[in-house]
């Protein structure tokens, strides 16, 4: 940043945008359906590719499985595929697997009959029937017990089950779209996740990147948190300091998304004037070295893929390929390179040769976000 440069970002702001993890598109109801993905924070930015395979699946019947660290906005992309999709006038339904206890799972995905057991007073309807004719959001997918997996996948599959006391057969038509942060194929070699319900959950799989990987979301989403929070608080924040931008869009932020708008929070209260006023001091002490650490892990096997791929030209199969490099079947090295977002194209020959980096030339982006 060069001695001429402003001491101050100008705070701009966002009225129609629509935040990941943030407000519901019902807060917004003059929005046309057709304008849903360009009220997403960060369209422009690195989630582009994320929500160009949401326009492409939402208007069929797809299973959908979203994969991604926690915070990066699984919900969303979640509630965006339905939103897009035939059955917006119906039901979303949401079910976190990992919030219920496992006894009671069941009867919330499939409902139970009076008396069906102790404590059953009435009939219930689960959230399978609750769903019919619109979209059921299954988050957390990789918490459910292995024991309910096989009726689980009998009505993915069938559409069809059976309330727990019941001998009769429930028919519905539901579009599923599930959601993890864990390594499915990791639980299927340790034996806690079916191989067959991954694959039929894994129709369309859809990987959203973390915060530290698409930076140039972070100054749209600051000025979308900030402008949102001084509202509900009544400060007046017009103005965000340059340094203080460039240590938000600077720090790893591996709670993602959720962590950021915590954050912005807590600078929105600590601020008493038109200027933010941002703990930096948590920042770099949140900045030092873990260890052992699941996005360090995660970061370290990155970094050896691509450099694999580089080394191979982008080649993943055949002899000198990043597979034969690694000692690690072909199949298994792709589905690590679409759980980390990497694609082998990347690392071509011609493609790294010519490859253009916008943001180190032009700066950072100042449009959009989710």
Not at 95 to 123: D, K
Request: proline content about 6%; hydrophobic content about 40%.
């Amino acid at each position: 940043m060069s001695a001429a440069a402003p001491s101050f970002t100008q705070f701009n702001r966002y009225p129609a945008v629509f935040p990941i993890g943030g407000a519901s598109v019902a807060d917004e109801p003059e929005l046309a359906r057709a304008s849903f993905l360009d009220t997403l924070v960060g369209r422009h930015g690195g989630l582009r590719a994320v929500l160009s395979q949401v326009e492409i699946v939402a208007p069929t019947n797809a299973t959908v499985l979203i994969s991604g660290e926690t915070g990066t906005g699984k919900e969303l992309i979640a509630r965006a595929i339905h939103e897009l999709s035939p059955r917006h006038n119906r039901n979303l339904v949401k079910v976190n697997c990992a919030a219920i206890p496992g006894g009671l799972l069941e009867s919330e995905l499939f409902g139970h009959e009076r008396g069906a057991f102790t404590g059953a007073l009435m009939q219930k309807k689960g959230r399978f029937e609750l769903a019919d004719g619109g979209s059921l959001f299954l988050d957390e997918i990789g918490d459910i017990p292995l024991e309910l997996q096989p009726k689980l996948l009998r009505a993915v599959q069938e559409q069809e089950f059976e309330r727990l006391g019941s001998a009769n057969t429930i028919r519905v038509n539901v579009r599923m779209v599930a959601a993890t942060h864990r390594d499915l194929p990791a639980l299927i070699q340790e034996g806690k996740f079916r191989e067959d319900l991954f694959y039929r959950l894994n129709v369309f799989p859809i990987t959203i990147p973390a915060l530290r990987e698409r930076r140039e979301d972070i100054p749209p989403l600051v000025n979308y948190f900030v402008s949102k929070l001084s509202r509900e608080m009544g400060r007046q924040i017009k103005m965000i300091p340059t340094r203080t931008m460039e240590a938000l869009t600077n720090h790893p932020w591996r709670g993602n998304v959720r962590e950021l708008e915590n954050f912005i929070e807590r600078a929105v209260i600590l601020s008493q004037g038109e200027q933010l006023e941002v703990p930096v001091g948590e920042l770099k002490a949140c900045s030092l070295p873990r260890i052992a650490s699941p996005s360090t892990f995660e970061e370290a096997q990155r970094t050896i893929i691509i450099d694999a791929l580089k080394a191979a030209s982008g080649r993943v199969a055949g002899k000198g390929g990043a597979a034969e490099r690694l000692a690690v079947k072909r199949t298994t090295l792709l589905n690590k390179m679409r759980r980390l977002n990497i694609s082998p194209g990347d690392y071509s020959r011609e493609t790294f040769s010519s490859k253009i980096f916008p943001l180190n030339r032009a700066g950072m982006t100042s449009s959009g976000d989710s």
